[in-house]
């Protein structure tokens, strides 16, 4: 799942989605996805977006639109939780400061 970073700063300046792209190494960030459209693609490199893993076990017996339905809430549940988590994980990222 792709969900959207957050066009702020971190405490020390640096733009969230800037620290993404280097702590993912910097870009190309390598999507385990197949097949992603050119536009996600640039919005991974452009930290405008970050990819999460999520295991979805459906029923059988479920219909595709609930099955949709079941991926959407997944997602909803989810999103404040990966949001929140890259603002704690990255707030100081960037910082630099000399002790001697």
Do not use: C
């Amino acid at each position: 799942m792709h969900f959207p970073v957050p066009d702020i700063n971190n405490d020390v300046g640096v733009s969230y989605r800037l620290a993404v792209v280097e702590y993912q190494g910097g870009a190309p960030i390598r999507s385990a996805l197949q097949n992603i459209s050119a536009l996600e693609q640039q919005q991974l490199d452009a930290g405008e977006i970050i990819e999460r893993t999520v295991i979805y076990n459906s029923n059988p017996s479920k219909t595709l639109s609930e099955k949709r339905a079941d991926i959407d809430a997944i997602y909803n549940s989810k999103l404040s939780s990966v949001t929140s988590t890259i603002q704690t994980m990255l707030s100081y990222w960037g910082y630099e400061r000399d002790i001697m």
